[in-house]
């Protein structure tokens, strides 16, 4: 059985597009938070999320930030700008499906969530010290992860106390070992220099997980974010992957 993982992506359709394209025949859908948020398309992204196969979509902090359920003053000013913008554009039945997401989603040997098992809406992974501290905060084999919008794998043996981490590339296949944490990266707005959309496939029959990159047509939703008034700053970051 082959999963699409995906997480971040950030009202950006033709990032989502790219990596549904891309992807080629898939049985499932692990959607890691953050639908909405920076992007012109937010009812567009949420709409075709909502209809891939088998999907099991968790909430992240920009999607909980545009239902009002988190302080919107705990963003910087430009990313306040653009959840104001997505709270008037989001149509009542987009907002309803956002609503219904869970923090934490667990099934068989695999935890969903946003941020991190210990803070699932909040909390970012950014080193393996924290990365090491969150083992502790879930009970399954693989937890998945999104948010600091970096493809990551941080795997703590049983016998060791510090967790390692690999820096998954384009291609890169890996078979998860017991047990890890990862992160897919951004398909929306990726941080790593690297501009492409990032995404994986998972195939739970064997434990492979194999992370991709895609280019898309960038100048496009660039365009569509200057019509919608959104801030210079995320719209310069997409053509640079910062
Ligand atoms: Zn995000």
């Known amino acids: 059985m082959k999963t699409l993982l995906i997480s971040d992506i950030h009202a950006n359709l033709t990032a989502l597009e790219a990596v549904i394209a891309a992807a080629g025949s898939f049985d499932a859908t692990w959607c890691l938070g953050d639908?909405?948020?920076y992007g012109?398309?937010?009812?567009?992204?949420v709409e075709r999320v909502a209809s891939l196969p088998n999907l099991l979509c968790v909430m992240g902090n920009h999607d909980a930030a545009t239902l009002r359920r988190i302080e919107i003053d705990a963003f910087n000013p430009e990313a306040r700008t653009a959840l104001v913008w997505t709270q008037q554009q989001l149509s009542e039945a987009n907002a309803a499906f956002l609503r219904e997401r869970p923090e934490v989603?667990?099934?068989d040997q695999?935890?969903?969530?946003h941020g991190s098992p210990?803070?699932?809406?909040?909390?970012?992974?950014?080193?393996?010290r924290t990365a090491t501290a969150n083992f502790e905060f879930f009970d399954t084999l693989y937890c998945f992860v999104g948010h600091?919008?970096?493809?990551?794998?941080?795997?703590?043996?049983?016998?060791q106390r510090l967790a390692h981490l690999i820096v998954p590339e384009n291609t890169t296949q890996v078979t998860l070992a017991p047990r890890s944490i990862i992160n897919p990266g951004s398909v929306g707005q990726p941080r790593?220099?690297?501009p492409r959309a990032a995404y994986a496939l998972l195939d739970m029959d064997d434990y492979t997980c194999e992370w991709h990159r895609v280019s898309y047509d960038f100048a496009s939703v660039q365009e569509r974010m200057r019509q919608a008034g959104l801030p210079e700053r995320h719209i310069l970051r997409l053509a640079a992957g910062w």
């Open 35 to 37: 639908l909405v948020g």
């Open 40 to 45: 012109p398309d937010p009812n567009q992204c």
């Open 105 to 107: 989603i667990n099934v």
């Open 110 to 113: 695999i935890t969903l969530v």
């Open 118 to 128: 210990r803070q699932p809406v909040w909390e970012y992974l950014l080193d393996t």
């Open 148 to 159: 600091t919008h970096l493809p990551v794998i941080y795997h703590l043996p049983d016998d």
């Open 192 to 194: 790593d220099r690297d």
